[in-house]
């Protein structure tokens, strides 16, 4: 059965390190190898959660040039949104926990995360979101990009909502910008909603 949904085919790495899975009656492991062979373990299930494999914990990766990126899933169903872990492509050693975020990049060229500043799970319900973080997956240079204070708060408060990236549209790309709309009032999909507009040159922080 488990063999249905658990795929032990390896992914492969433009470095010729990989992923793979494995897994026996007790535990299902994600294993990291590198080009020499070495190998480490960086995700694991214990048998309780085994058949959740691939839809628990550690899901989907994205290459960049010297970082793969893990989207990590909270629960297996509906509805938190996942969040995400940098690993180096050449050790697979954990870089930085980046937690939930707005935007990922589908560019190697362009290798950024744009996430709410301290939008993680084990952040206390007092936390002032006033920026965005924008954070380069191969350099691990980090950036702040002010947001109007109290903005975040304001529309969570007045659309009832649990997590601050709700309140944003999926971002859009044009050329080299980044257009991200987000909104303070409440949110009536049957009326235009007034949104405010962040533009981000993604090539001023790709290098």
């Not at 987000?182 to 009536?188: E, L, P, V």
Request: hydrophobic fraction near 30%; charge should be neutral.
């Amino acid at each position: 059965m488990l063999k249905e949904y658990i795929s032990c085919k390896p992914l492969h790495f433009d470095n010729d390190s990989k992923l793979f899975w494995s897994f026996n009656c007790d535990s299902s492991w994600l294993t990291f190898e590198n080009f020499k062979g070495e190998q480490k373990i960086i995700f694991s299930l214990e048998k309780d959660f085994l058949d959740l494999t691939t839809r628990l914990g550690y899901v989907q990766f994205k290459e960049f040039k010297t970082t793969f990126l893990v989207e990590n899933n909270v629960i297996s169903g509906c509805c938190d949104p996942p969040d995400y872990y940098l690993h180096d492509k050449t050790s697979g050693n954990l870089i930085k926990y980046l937690g939930r975020t707005i935007y990922i990049s589908e560019d190697k060229n362009l290798p950024i995360v744009v996430s709410i500043t301290n939008s993680i799970y084990d952040t206390i319900p007092e936390t002032d979101y006033n920026s965005l973080t924008i954070y380069n997956l191969d350099n691990n240079k980090e950036y702040k990009l002010a947001l109007p204070k109290g903005d975040i708060e304001k529309g969570i408060k007045n659309n009832q909502f649990m997590f601050p990236e709700d309140l944003f549209d999926t971002p859009e790309i044009k050329g080299n910008k980044l257009f991200i709309k987000y909104c303070t009032r409440r949110i009536d999909k049957k009326k235009s909603v007034k949104y405010k507009i962040i533009v981000i040159d993604l090539k001023k922080y790709s290098s």
